[in-house]
């Protein structure tokens, strides 16, 4: 026997004795349930119970405010005063009212401003007197609004193209006065698929599609759908050819974009992300967090991260072919099994590094920075992670997300910030505890001294439809112990 | 029975007995800081940008925990090296020798952190009763 074998045949035995002798030690009821974290029994009653949330030695938390439907966001004004803004959409199409509304000393509510139906408000910003919310636009097209203090709206930006997958996102006003903001991507990977009627936009506007930024060039690939083989950035049921051209326009999807504070000229800052949700600058660098490719659709892909990129201007990030630097080619996005065609017959670039890799599935949404001593950890991020969508965004073993997590920004190390306590991850729905549902976004308040989190509320996804309970919103507030 | 059979069946007998045990590590969880020396640091990173997508701070997600599973060293190096299931494979080029030496460390030192995250979870299942 060669020396070669004879180490193989001694690994086989080992392994196998290893694995034999632990056997007896251990249940199998972990292996048999894939759990995710929508699959919960909701009662219709959401206990809040600040202590069910762990955070680190020295902080503690506490609720602010409940009983919301589909928060988004919090903001403050020049006087330090809380506004809270209600989405007045979610996934699972359910349909509610957007609001502005601010905290008065006596926990009332006053409504500053409400929208019509072409939600989802995703995020707001204050600023100088004005508050510049993203409008998702499910129904007629993204928008960014501007408000004054006592709810008088202008319309800076509109005819966004915000009626598919994702939306019109999270807004923040850049070191050069303009504002910046997130527009989506139509679809999961390129493809209007099935998935999309499963959503429910595309029987609203059945010809909606990806639009790129800048004139591209097609690889021919066309993929399965009820409506026949689809090819990328066309309506479904379009085949597209080797070599097809499509024309970049602005407003465009996937890509940051950026309007002066009075309106005007629409300019593209950069391009090729997927879902570019929370917005934040660090000093005079742009920052934003990107949902990661969901195992869906016609062209599914599985095992993408979500990322957290700094924006460089004029660069294109990878969206519908790359993950991060990765391209889909790669046998680690289709299971191992065989990999997926690329859509574009030339990258329009190579996308830079991301500046940290962040768990699949877990939607890593709002985004904000540490700048303050007194709250520690100056200069990390701060992430909410709403929370997978298992099983329509593809399986998971264990929920993943629905947590607040700390970003150190020069290692790209990611800890546990805010998490439930009990054996396992996840939202306290799925454990009967009282502690966080979905986070989607975070923001310090102006002292910086205080992290508030914004909790969407109850979203179960049994059998894939997802079924958001509004009423179930929450504000958290974590300050460090004096 | 070809050897990746071999590997994949006793990576399940590990898996299965490991079923009852938290893998939760994490410092508000275990209540204190992960104490890491220079190689598991290094280590840390190289988990972040390889493995932390599927095993989100070595609990499971995409894929299973890896905190709370009682394998050697020379079987997860293996299980990187080769994938297994779902899991690719990390050659050369995307984990280096140094890299992966330094991400064992990790592993070992996030296994180690058990004992808090127990001692967290007691308490928490007895303020219930």
Same mark, same amino acid.
């Given at each position: 026997?060669?020396?070669?074998?004879?180490?193989?045949?001694?690994?086989?035995?080992?392994?196998?004795?290893?694995?034999?002798?632990?056997?007896?030690?251990?249940?199998?009821?972990?292996?048999?349930?894939?759990?995710?974290?929508?699959?919960?029994?909701?009662?219709?009653?959401?206990?809040?119970?600040?202590?069910?949330?762990?955070?680190?030695?020295?902080?503690?938390?506490?609720?602010?405010?409940? &009983?919301?439907?589909?928060?988004?966001? *919090? %903001?403050? /004004? =020049?006087?330090?005063? $809380?506004?809270? @803004?209600?989405?007045?959409?979610?996934?699972?199409?359910?349909?509610?009212?957007?609001?502005?509304?601010?905290?008065?000393?006596?926990?009332?509510?006053?409504?500053?401003?409400?929208?019509?139906?072409?939600?989802?408000?995703?995020?707001?910003?204050?600023?100088?007197?004005?508050?510049?919310?993203?409008?998702?636009?499910?129904?007629?097209?993204?928008?960014?609004?501007?408000?004054?203090?006592?709810?008088?709206?202008?319309?800076?930006?509109?005819?966004?193209?915000?009626?598919?997958?994702?939306?019109?996102?999270?807004?923040?006003?850049?070191?050069?006065?303009?504002?910046?903001?997130?527009? &989506?991507?139509?679809?999961?990977?390129? *493809? %209007?698929? /099935? =998935?999309?009627?499963? $959503?429910?936009? @595309?029987?609203?506007?059945?010809?909606?599609?990806?639009?790129?930024?800048?004139?591209?060039?097609?690889?021919?690939?066309?993929?399965?759908?009820?409506?026949?083989?689809?090819?990328?950035?066309?309506?479904?049921?379009?085949?597209?050819?080797?070599?097809?051209?499509?024309?970049?326009?602005?407003?465009?999807?996937?890509?940051?974009?950026?309007?002066?504070?009075?309106?005007?000229?629409?300019?593209?800052?950069?391009?090729?992300?997927?879902?570019?949700?929370?917005?934040?600058?660090?000093?005079?660098?742009?920052?934003?967090?990107?949902?990661?490719?969901?195992?869906?659709?016609?062209?599914?892909?599985?095992?993408?991260?979500?990322?957290?990129?700094?924006?460089?201007?004029?660069?294109?990030y990878g969206w519908p072919d790359y993950s991060g630097d990765r391209p889909l080619s790669l046998p680690e996005f289709a299971r191992g099994k065989g990999s997926l065609p690329l859509v574009l017959a030339k990258s329009p670039g190579k996308p830079p590094r991301p500046?940290?890799?962040?768990?699949?599935?877990?939607?890593?949404?709002?985004?904000?920075?540490?700048?303050?001593?007194?709250?520690?950890?100056?200069?990390?991020?701060?992430?909410?992670?709403?929370?997978?969508?298992?099983?329509?965004?593809?399986?998971?073993?264990?929920?993943?997300?629905?947590?607040?997590?700390?970003?150190?920004?020069?290692?790209?190390?990611?800890?546990?910030?805010?998490?439930?306590?009990?054996?396992?991850?996840?939202?306290?729905?799925?454990?009967?505890?009282?502690?966080?549902?979905?986070?989607?976004?975070?923001?310090?308040?102006?002292?910086?001294?205080?992290?508030?989190?914004?909790?969407?509320?109850?979203?179960?996804?049994?059998?894939?439809?997802?079924?958001?309970?509004?009423?179930?919103?929450?504000?958290?507030?974590?300050?460090?112990?004096? | 029975?070809?050897?990746?059979?071999?590997?994949?069946?006793?990576?399940?007998?590990?898996?299965?007995?490991?079923?009852?045990?938290?893998?939760?590590?994490?410092?508000?969880?275990?209540?204190?800081?992960?104490?890491?020396?220079?190689?598991?640091?290094?280590?840390?990173?190289?988990?972040?940008?390889?493995?932390?997508?599927?095993?989100?701070?070595?609990?499971?997600?995409?894929?299973?925990?890896?905190?709370?599973?009682?394998?050697?060293?020379?079987?997860?190096?293996?299980?990187?090296?080769?994938?297994?299931?779902?899991?690719?494979?990390?050659?050369?080029?995307?984990?280096?020798?140094?890299?992966?030496?330094?991400?064992?460390?990790?592993?070992?030192?996030?296994?180690?952190?058990?004992?808090?995250?127990?001692?967290?979870?007691?308490?928490?299942?007895?303020?219930?009763?």
């Amino acid at each position: 026997m060669s020396q070669t074998a004879g180490n193989a045949t001694g690994f086989k035995k080992s392994a196998l004795a290893l694995g034999l002798a632990c056997l007896p030690m251990g249940g199998c009821h972990y292996l048999r349930t894939p759990v995710s974290g929508g699959q919960a029994e909701f009662s219709g009653h959401r206990p809040l119970r600040p202590q069910d949330i762990a955070v680190p030695t020295g902080f503690r938390v506490e609720l602010v405010a409940s &009983g919301l439907t589909f928060p988004t966001a *919090v %903001v403050f /004004d =020049d006087e330090r005063r $809380l506004y809270v @803004l209600e989405a007045g959409y979610s996934y699972g199409d359910s349909w509610a009212l957007p609001r502005l509304m601010r905290l008065e000393p006596d926990d009332r509510w006053t409504v500053i401003a409400s929208g019509d139906r072409n939600g989802p408000w995703t995020g707001a910003v204050y600023h100088q007197g004005f508050f510049y919310i993203a409008e998702g636009g499910q129904l007629e097209g993204g928008r960014i609004l501007r408000l004054d203090k006592n709810g008088r709206a202008s319309v800076l930006v509109e005819g966004l193209p915000s009626l598919g997958d994702h939306h019109t996102a999270g807004p923040a006003i850049g070191p050069d006065g303009m504002l910046y903001f997130g527009q &989506g991507t139509a679809t999961n990977a390129g *493809v %209007v698929g /099935d =998935d999309n009627d499963f $959503l429910g936009w @595309l029987g609203r506007f059945p010809d909606f599609h990806d639009i790129p930024c800048e004139e591209i060039e097609l690889a021919g690939h066309n993929f399965p759908t009820a409506k026949g083989l689809t090819g990328a950035f066309v309506p479904i049921g379009t085949i597209t050819s080797p070599g097809q051209r499509v024309t970049g326009r602005l407003p465009c999807n996937g890509a940051i974009l950026r309007t002066p504070l009075e309106g005007g000229e629409l300019e593209l800052v950069a391009w090729g992300f997927r879902n570019p949700f929370g917005l934040a600058f660090r000093g005079s660098e742009l920052f934003v967090t990107d949902a990661g490719y969901d195992e869906r659709g016609s062209r599914p892909v599985w095992g993408a991260a979500d990322l957290l990129w700094k924006v460089r201007e004029g660069a294109w990030y990878g969206w519908p072919d790359y993950s991060g630097d990765r391209p889909l080619s790669l046998p680690e996005f289709a299971r191992g099994k065989g990999s997926l065609p690329l859509v574009l017959a030339k990258s329009p670039g190579k996308p830079p590094r991301p500046s940290a890799w962040l768990p699949s599935s877990a939607f890593s949404a709002g985004i904000d920075f540490s700048t303050s001593s007194a709250f520690g950890y100056v200069g990390d991020a701060f992430i909410a992670q709403f929370g997978d969508r298992a099983p329509f965004s593809g399986p998971v073993l264990r929920p993943v997300g629905f947590k607040i997590v700390r970003l150190r920004l020069e290692t790209g190390v990611l800890e546990d910030f805010a998490v439930n306590k009990g054996r396992q991850n996840g939202p306290a729905s799925l454990s009967s505890g009282g502690g966080l549902e979905r986070p989607i976004s975070v923001r310090f308040d102006p002292s910086g001294h205080s992290l508030y989190i914004v909790d969407f509320g109850v979203i179960t996804t049994r059998d894939k439809a997802a079924s958001p309970r509004k009423n179930t919103g929450v504000i958290w507030r974590i300050t460090r112990r004096v | 029975m070809k050897a990746g059979s071999w590997s994949r069946l006793a990576a399940a007998c590990l898996w299965l007995a490991t079923a009852g045990c938290s893998a939760r590590r994490s410092e508000p969880i275990s209540k204190a800081e992960l104490l890491t020396d220079k190689p598991s640091e290094r280590g840390r990173v190289v988990f972040m940008e390889h493995c932390n997508r599927c095993h989100p701070g070595g609990e499971a997600g995409l894929g299973p925990a890896l905190n709370h599973k009682p394998l050697p060293n020379f079987v997860k190096r293996y299980m990187v090296r080769r994938g297994i299931g779902s899991m690719p494979a990390f050659p050369q080029q995307l984990i280096n020798d140094s890299d992966l030496k330094d991400l064992m460390s990790y592993l070992t030192a996030l296994k180690r952190h058990e004992r808090g995250a127990d001692q967290t979870a007691l308490e928490e299942i007895n303020s219930r009763r």
